[in-house]
């Protein structure tokens, strides 16, 4: 099996590349944003099935492992996983899967809130949710709380996610009352 590719972007579709690597042009589906004519490495998890076999790449072994873990849960399979990785970045998607947080894994196409349930059920445990840091015990219930918060003031929860998460891992123990104003003044650029 192939383990890693190293080589020049040759051609970029919509959810694959042509990787050439020594004269031949591997096909990669890949959830990274790459650059065409770049050289890139690439972990490389394969995936043979009865009519095909595919070649899924990712620039980190925590992605390939993230893939793995994704296409563990029943009713995901490679094609929703790379939609999910496509869309949430790995931190907020371990995160989102750590605190419980459904809604933010429901906006990857493909992706309902009742496999975003199922997602969560089966990977909390194999995530490790304690070692995704968040600044203490109450941190699960404060950023869904700031998250709320801020959407029903209209900002979208995947332009917000990553600024709330480091509000609140930087700010343990503030309550929202104090993240809600800092999360405003971050997102005005103030």
Not at 27 to 33: A, D, F, N
Not at 101 to 114: F, H, N
Not at 124 to 151: C, H, R
Request: avoid cysteine; charge should be neutral; hydrophobic fraction near 45%.
């Amino acid at each position: 099996m192939i383990g890693k590719l190293q080589g020049v972007i040759d051609y970029i579709g919509d959810d694959f590349i042509i990787l050439m690597t020594g004269g031949v042009g591997y096909k990669v589906y890949t959830p990274e944003i790459l650059t065409l004519k770049s050289t890139v490495v690439l972990w490389i998890e394969t995936i043979v099935r009865e009519d095909s076999i595919r070649l899924f790449g990712f620039s980190s072994l925590a992605g390939q492992n993230l893939f793995n873990q994704l296409t563990t849960v029943s009713g995901v399979g490679p094609k929703v996983a790379m939609a999910i990785m496509g869309t949430i970045k790995t931190d907020t998607l371990i995160s989102a899967i750590a605190t419980g947080d459904a809604k933010t894994i429901a906006t990857a196409p493909g992706v309902g809130k009742k496999v975003a349930e199922k997602i969560i059920v089966e990977l909390k445990n194999k995530m490790g949710g304690a070692s995704f840091d968040f600044g203490g015990t109450d941190a699960g219930g404060v950023l869904p709380d700031l998250l709320a918060a801020l959407e029903s003031l209209g900002y979208r929860r995947m332009d917000i996610i990553d600024m709330a998460q480091k509000l609140v891992s930087n700010n343990q123990g503030a309550d929202i009352s104090k993240l809600v104003p800092m999360a405003l003044k971050e997102i005005s650029g103030k």
